[in-house]
């Protein structure tokens, strides 16, 4: 379900987050939407969005968070929490350690505190590129400390989600993180504290269905694919194709689900406008 | 309904067709085989506690799956006086995958929910073989809103392949509506069990199963996903299912063993479809002895234990 997710490119290149600096790369790469031919370092000026039709290429944690906070201001937290292998999962340690290699992450999710034009807020990134961004007991653990700081310090919280849903290979576990990162969430509600969640291409499963559907405010990257059922397990069980657009960021604003579209290159000025609107993380009574 | 015999089950059944025969040929001829019949009486017993005491977790799951086995509904009638079913989610509208209303239980008025399946294949078209739409979560969480306004405990019955994978569903925010109940009822200002009573599917399953006390039947399944799924999605291949369900750790005793649920209830020997009174019995015991224990206990315990619960499944390492 999940894989299928993930729209295949029909270009050839390195993965966006695995791309590394040092390594040369080609330096023209193609829009996938419009077929515009972008110069790579173009491409990264503007946050990896095509000028011409505004497509998002996929974004690692890293990359994502440099792009939204304020320079110098990013303190990770929980940076050393790893999976063990609670069901005795064949492989997947192996796979752990391979993945980890190479996206240069831990986990599928990056969390710490940062500002936002000068705004204190709590962050959390996840990594499509890690493990297609599943939740797992990593996840869903730094997840729920990140809503607890949050709730601890009065700041607000921005979760950016980007996951195929719960990490198959720790089965009952990962299912148990949705309620786990909402029961956090009730509690941060509770308290008056802000959160702001960002669907970015894919969100999927046990992500959309939980965390990232709760945020007070819900922005989207365009074009994102968001959704509960992957497309291809609904084909199967309704043996018919899904009409254009379907499960689209775009899609989900039309049906009520999402407060906003947001671009790439106006997504810090967003939240910075949002976060201003909001004193000390909620209202100044709470 | 014609019995269902699953296919581990055919040499208890030869067994016992051989059985039922001796005895008619003894009464036909007249002759005495009450020892042979006797000797092949116990040769089933002890078959029997070796294949249902021993099932492999496919096995589980098609007992889980049966077509005969008990679900919400009869466990409402078995178990609950007066039950009052309730309607529709004051939004969009009523989804019969999900059955919710007020009975009493042990003469105290309780809100009872839980994933509606059919009896046969009609009632399963408009049951939706118990896969709810975000309508069916709306429901719950409304009657379960209501429950909270006039204190009353919460009893839910799990039984879902998972919320239904269909355009209408997403398109009414199925997502939403499981995220919705998962942050809610970790909230809910009163005491809420929860039994998984044949499948525990996913998110579907979950959304009416964040409890105080949550307990399997012995031959229930709870997972992330359904075995099929999950091999599709690791292995690219459906069929799979039954080394999936090895893999996953979906079997009541493997679940208990992570520590996720609380309660093992146990079944009469071949399922819980063998012997409903028998069943009804263990599982009404099972709730009042959670409720008792829930109601001695302030709410803030309660909640603050419910919190606990949830918070602090997760197996990782630091460093």
Redesign the interface.
């Known amino acids: 379900?999940?894989?299928d997710l993930f729209r295949k490119p029909k270009y050839v290149t390195v993965h966006a987050d695995t791309a590394r600096k040092d390594i040369p790369e080609g330096l023209w790469q193609k829009c996938p939407e419009c077929n515009e031919i972008l110069y790579s370092k173009e491409l990264e000026k503007y946050l990896k969005t095509c000028v011409k039709c505004g497509y998002s290429f996929r974004m690692g944690a890293r990359e994502r968070i440099k792009a939204t906070v304020d320079e110098g201001t990013f303190v990770e937290i929980d940076a050393?929490?790893?999976?063990?292998?609670?069901?005795s999962?064949?492989d997947y340690p192996a796979k752990l350690a391979k993945t980890q290699e190479a996206t240069k992450l831990k986990e599928a999710i990056v969390t710490g505190e940062a500002a936002i034009e000068g705004k204190p807020v709590v962050i959390g990134v996840m990594d499509a590129g890690f493990v297609m961004g599943s939740m797992g007991?990593?996840v869903?653990?730094k997840v729920?400390r990140a809503i607890e700081r949050a709730i601890e310090r009065r700041v607000p919280l921005i979760i950016f989600a980007a996951s195929g849903g719960?990490r198959?290979?720790?089965?009952?576990?990962?299912?148990?993180?949705?309620?786990?990162t909402?029961?956090?969430?009730?509690?941060l509600?509770?308290a008056g504290i802000l959160y702001i969640s960002v669907f970015t291409d894919p969100t999927t499963?046990?992500v959309?269905?939980?965390?990232?559907?709760?945020g007070d405010i819900v922005l989207a990257e365009p074009g994102a694919v968001i959704?509960?059922?992957g497309p291809r397990?609904?084909e199967q069980?309704?043996r018919q194709t899904?009409?254009e657009g379907?499960?689209t960021a775009e899609f989900l604003l039309k049906?009520?689900?999402i407060d906003m579209v947001v671009t790439r290159t106006q997504m810090r000025e967003t939240l910075a406008a949002l976060l201003d609107l909001h004193v000390s993380g909620g209202s100044e009574n709470g | 309904m014609a019995n269902v015999i699953l296919e581990f089950e055919k040499p208890i059944l030869e067994l016992e067709a051989k059985i039922e025969e001796l005895q008619t040929f003894s009464k036909e001829k007249e002759i005495d085989l009450s020892e042979e019949v006797q000797t092949l009486q116990k040769k089933v017993e002890t078959l029997k506690k070796s294949i249902y005491g021993n099932l492999t977790p496919w096995q589980s799951v098609m007992i889980a799956r049966h077509p005969e086995r008990p679900a919400t509904i009869d466990y409402i009638k078995m178990i609950f006086e007066g039950f009052m079913e309730l309607h529709g989610d004051r939004f969009y509208g009523d989804d019969p995958a999900i059955i919710g209303g007020i009975a009493r239980f042990k003469g105290q008025p309780v809100t009872v929910i839980g994933h509606a399946k059919g009896k046969d294949t009609k009632e399963n078209l408009v049951r939706n073989f118990g896969m709810p739409h975000p309508e069916g979560y709306r429901k719950a969480l409304r009657l379960m809103e209501q429950a909270e306004k006039f204190n009353r405990p919460i009893i839910t019955f799990v039984d879902t392949p998972g919320a239904y994978p269909g355009i209408g569903a997403e398109e009414r925010g199925e997502a939403l509506a499981i995220a919705t109940n998962l942050t809610k009822m970790m909230a809910l200002r009163v005491p809420v069990i929860a039994t998984v009573i044949g499948e525990g599917g996913s998110g579907g399953a979950l959304a009416i199963a964040v409890a105080d006390h949550v307990s399997m039947l012995e031959n229930a399944v709870y997972s992330v996903s359904s075995p099929e799924v999950f091999a599709s999605i690791l292995w690219k291949d459906s069929t799979k299912a039954q080394d999936a369900a090895v893999m996953m750790k979906m079997t009541s005793k493997d679940i208990l063993s992570l520590g996720i649920i609380d309660e093992v209830i146990p079944e009469p020997i071949g399922g819980a479809h063998k012997d409903l009174q028998k069943i009804a019995g263990t599982l009404a015991d099972s709730l009042q002895k959670a409720l008792n224990n829930l109601k001695q206990q302030p709410i803030e315990t309660v909640l603050e234990k419910r919190y606990d619960k949830f918070r602090s499944i997760g197996h990782y390492i630091s460093g």
């Open positions: 379900m999940f894989k050393d929490l790893t999976s063990t292998n609670p069901l999962f064949a007991s990593v869903g653990e729920a719960a198959m290979q720790e089965g009952i576990i990962s299912l148990m993180q949705m309620a786990k909402c029961g956090a969430l009730a509690r509600h509770e499963g046990g959309t269905a939980s965390f990232a559907s709760m959704g509960f059922t397990v609904i069980t309704i899904l009409p379907f499960q049906h009520g689900f």
